[in-house]
């Protein structure tokens, strides 16, 4: 193995424990001072300030130890506990920031409700995405992929043309079928209301709500499918070229945490304490919401995870001739 191989990722868990350390940090202060004017208020329906703390330096401490290389000499069940936290920790710093989706459709509304909210939940989505990274990183060496392109040749897809496997067709077809429990609740609740369905009206928020069925539908559909990876003969300036792979993946993870996070955790919270207005509301239209929100979410970051191994770069090495290139 070459001495530098390793060296690109290991930077990714010195950066990210000393962001997630400062972002614990941060939240330790505000515990401490809660009438400090720089404390944003703490988000609905979470368990406070202690659960972003413990995340925060749970993720600090194994991204440290990633960093540092200890956990390298240690044996394998270990060095997989030590990959167990850190996705634990960075999905969890994820979930905790669960409006920060909400808090960004809003700016393009012109509506921002506390900048101290936004910046937090960024940086805690941030500390959650540099915890993943790391994860992934040491994920990787423990199951002595090929440091060139991540693969563990002979398991892991090899081309963008390899077939999808079953689970991820599942869990493309379960986001379809949750975004279409949401969108029929909204249309028979527009109809009985006697009023317009709000993606026919023209206005900003119809653009928006025709955006979100198009991640419903030709989303999920892109991360199992051939013409989400190779553009189709009918894109003619395009037609057999790669597409951009964060052109699907990047929407993939947005809209998928934003969805598995606010109504998965926040929404499904709220209703089972019969928070807000949902306890009001019909039993069949808040099921269909929440379990559509949330049953979509997660399909698409399942069928995510699938479209991201199959669109890797190709080895630059053949099989056959990557056993001497394995991490350690």
Known sequence: MRAGALRGPRRWPYVAAGWSAAYGVAHVWWLMNPGSPSAPPEEPFSPGRWAAVTLALTAAAVCALIATGTAQHWAVPARWTLVALAWVAGAGLIVYSYMLPISLVTMLFGQIDHWGSLLTRAAGAAAGVLTLACAVAEQRRVRRACVHCGRVHGRSPERRTDPTPRWAYLAAYVALGGCTARVTALVLDSVTAHEPLPFMDGSPFAVFVILMILAGTLL???????????????????????VPR??????????????????????????????????????????????????????????????????????????GRHSGARLS
Request: glycine share 14%.
């Open 220 to 242: 999920p559909l892109a991360l199992v499918h051939r013409f989400g990876r190779i553009w189709p003969r009918w894109v003619v300036p395009l037609a057999g070229r790669d």
């Open 246 to 319: 964060w052109l699907v993946l990047g929407p993939a993870l947005f809209v998928g945490a934003g969805l598995a996070g606010y109504f998965g955790v926040a929404g499904m919270t709220a209703w089972i304490l019969g928070k807000g207005n949902l306890a009001q509301a019909p039993v069949w239209k808040v099921s269909m919401e929440m379990f559509g929100y949330t049953l979509w979410g997660l399909g698409l970051l399942a069928a995510a995870m699938s479209y991201h191994g199959a669109t890797r770069r190709p080895c630059p090495f053949p099989a």
